[in-house]
């Protein structure tokens, strides 16, 4: 294994025993959620996921090195302060041996890396409303690394038709988990349906062992949120008008920031718990993929 990788203990054996293991980000701890509500979702998801029998797998860029694995006090140095690493940003955070979050797109890589297949997050980047130039990379790397991302879907900062169709052209399998709208994050509709739903852990484990067999590479499981924000688009709406001229990496940090302002915090609550709902699903396909990849190797 490269230098350049650290596998935690825990989670090097699970891998190597075939324990299910799940990947989670920490763009959504270093930019995403201020504190103390960042730290809540990420060791409320680290929870959920060993509740199901799974291993949390945190990743994070530290010591130049990339950490799949953080300790408590390694996720405690990225919500003290850290660049937001996306994946063209890995090999100058390595380097530099910068504290760096990262986001959707790094963690899938890092996950590929190490040999893990889930992933669960809040919601992924997209085509930006008002910005269609600016596409986050998350969807490129959907389109080239064989990693589930377990997600409420895209925030509806982004604009959601254009986001699918950019899945479509990069062949992303979106797989609404229990539904046939894709949810908005804050909402379980967006008036957008989703190509395939998929009804509990054994039908979603049994259609990503077959996508990937197939030739599929990333693959987006949306799961509709366990709650709604009142009055989500109009709060949205205003924030992507007052926030017209901001585009490139501040973009996503900057409008979930005026989305918790508007809202009196109450976004804050629901995306705590949209992201440990999306661990707890994970971790339940995780355990569901062993299974089924036990039962092809019988063959
Ligand atoms: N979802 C959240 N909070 C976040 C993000 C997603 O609930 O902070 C982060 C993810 O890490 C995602 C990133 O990959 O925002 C997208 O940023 P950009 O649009 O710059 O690619
Ligand atoms: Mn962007």
Not at 9 to 24: C, I, T
Not at 254 to 273: H, I, K, M, W, Y
Request: with cysteine; net charge negative; charged share 20%.
């Amino acid at each position: 294994m490269s230098d350049l990788l650290r596998v935690s203990a825990e989670v090097a054996e699970a891998l190597a025993r075939g324990h299910p293991v799940v990947a989670l980000e920490t763009s959504i701890v270093g930019q995403g959620l201020p504190g103390p509500h960042n730290l809540r979702a990420a060791r409320g998801c680290e929870s959920a996921i060993r509740e199901e029998g799974a291993v949390p797998a945190t990743i994070a860029v530290l010591d130049g090195q990339i950490v799949v694995g953080l300790s408590d006090d390694e996720l405690e140095r990225i919500a003290a302060g850290a660049i937001k690493v996306s994946s063209r940003d890995l090999g100058p955070t390595l380097v530099r041996r910068a504290v760096g979050a990262t986001t959707v797109a790094a963690t899938m890589r890092a996950a590929e890396m190490a040999g893990i297949r889930c992933f669960a997050t809040g919601g992924i980047g997209g085509v930006h409303r008002g910005h269609p130039e600016d596409q986050s990379a998350d969807l490129a790397e959907l389109g080239r690394t064989a990693v589930a991302v377990f997600c409420a879907g895209a925030k509806i900062i982004l604009d959601l038709p254009l986001t699918l169709e950019r899945l479509e052209s990069l062949s992303v399998p979106v797989l609404g988990y229990g539904c046939d709208e894709l949810p908005a994050f804050y909402t379980r509709h967006s008036g957008c349906p989703v190509p395939t739903r998929v009804d509990g852990p054994e039908e979603a484990a049994a259609v990503l062992s077959a996508a990937w067999a197939s030739g599929s590479r990333g693959v987006v499981v949306a799961i509709p949120p366990p709650g709604e924000l009142a009055g989500a688009e109009e709060i949205v709406l205003r924030a992507t008008r007052e926030l017209a001229d901001v585009s490139g990496p501040e973009a996503t940090p900057r409008l979930l920031a005026r989305v918790a302002e508007l809202s009196g915090g109450r976004s804050l609550a629901l995306n705590v718990d949209l992201v440990i709902n999306n661990a707890r699903v994970a971790a339940r396909v995780a355990g569901a993929l062993g299974v089924v990849g036990r039962r092809r190797s019988r063959r």
